[in-house]
């Protein structure tokens, strides 16, 4: 069916709805304009093709099939279908015309607030400059991230990685503290008194982070690993229940503490660093370009 309906032309579509909408081949001929000879010719066309008559036309008046409105009801949703793409056109030409205007960016989950007001500042910057710009702002894992960017359904990510495609180009965007917490209901939380790291590591319940190895992203080797994440939202979650320790970043275990619902847990020793970084595919268009540029700036200051 879809091979047929691939063959036959729009023009022969309209002709159908217009039969249709007028209540015959003669009353459609002032709408389109043509001889009735021409839209019979259309209707038969299409009927040949579908292998299905559509109407009874004759002595006793125009009268559709019951397939035939069936197929009337397709073409509504086909012309509404086709004003739809006609009209996304006109956007992207709109969009090309204003400088190429879509940036696709993907972040992990829960950045630093200094992270966050950069980008405020750079979409209100993008906006006011150009009305028709259009982004689309997804969040994911790292490993995820990378994902989307090698098959191209994302322009440029940020996060910290584990692994680092070869197809991919990298660049610095900002350092961030990770730090170790346990939830009010967790035992440690009124009483970490002379805990060491080697009992912290070895005798409590610590959460996994599942798209990156334990070794790329810090130092500690728990003995009992639980429970896995993939979001650090989902990490403050089980910090949350009581039962595990787990790192979170500084800005979020901060926020859970200040509400007195968490606790960081050996602040000097437990706690390090990593490097976030911006990742893209080469030959970014001009407008991605520009607003990396932009986020650089601002991130360095």
Same mark, same amino acid.
């Given at each position: ?5 691939? #063959? ?20 459609? =001929?002032? &709408? ?30 125009? #009268? ?23 009209? =996304?056109?006109?956007?992207? &030409? ?15 989950? =829960?950045?630093?607030? %200094? ?48 692994? %680092?495609?070869?197809?991919?180009? %990298? ?6 503290? =990770? ?17 060491? %790291? ?56 901060? &926020? ?5 619902l968490m606790k960081v847990l050996l602040p000097d020793e437990a706690s390090y660093e990593v490097s976030h970084h911006w990742a893209y595919r080469q030959n970014l268009h001009k407008q991605v370009s520009t607003f990396l540029q932009q986020m650089l700036r601002l991130l360095d200051?």
């Amino acid at each position: 069916m879809l091979d047929e309906l691939i #063959k036959i032309d729009i023009k022969t579509l309209r002709s159908f709805m217009a039969i249709v909408e007028c209540q015959g081949v003669t009353a459609a =001929q002032t &709408r389109l304009n043509v001889t009735p000879s021409v839209i019979s010719g259309h209707l038969t066309h299409l009927e040949d093709r579908l292998g299905m008559t559509l109407c009874h036309r004759g002595r006793a008046g125009f #009268k559709l099939t019951e397939d035939g409105a069936a197929v009337y009801e397709a073409c509504l949703s086909f012309t509404e279908a086709v004003a739809s793409f006609q009209h =996304q056109l006109h956007y992207i &030409r709109q969009l090309d015309s204003v400088h190429g205007g879509h940036i696709r960016l993907c972040l992990i989950d =829960q950045m630093p607030a %200094f992270f966050y007001d950069a980008l405020q500042q750079c979409l209100s910057a993008s906006y006011s400059k150009n009305p028709l710009i259009h982004f689309s702002i997804d969040v994911q894992s790292p490993e995820s991230m990378l994902d989307k960017l090698l098959s191209n359904e994302s322009d440029i990510g940020v996060g910290y990685f584990g692994s %680092f495609p070869p197809l991919l180009t %990298f660049q610095h965007a900002f350092v961030e503290k =990770q730090v170790v917490c346990c939830g009010r209901k967790h035992v440690l939380f009124d009483d970490s008194k002379g805990l060491t %790291f080697h009992e912290l590591e070895q005798n409590y319940s610590w959460i996994k982070r599942g798209y990156i190895t334990e070794h790329s992203i810090n130092h500690i080797q728990p003995k009992t690993l639980s429970a896995t994440t993939y979001h650090m939202e989902a990490t403050a979650q089980l910090i949350l229940a009581g039962h595990h320790v787990g790192y979170l970043p500084n800005d979020l275990a901060k &926020r859970y503490e200040g509400m007195g619902l968490m606790k960081v847990l050996l602040p000097d020793e437990a706690s390090y660093e990593v490097s976030h970084h911006w990742a893209y595919r080469q030959n970014l268009h001009k407008q991605v370009s520009t607003f990396l540029q932009q986020m650089l700036r601002l991130l360095d200051k």
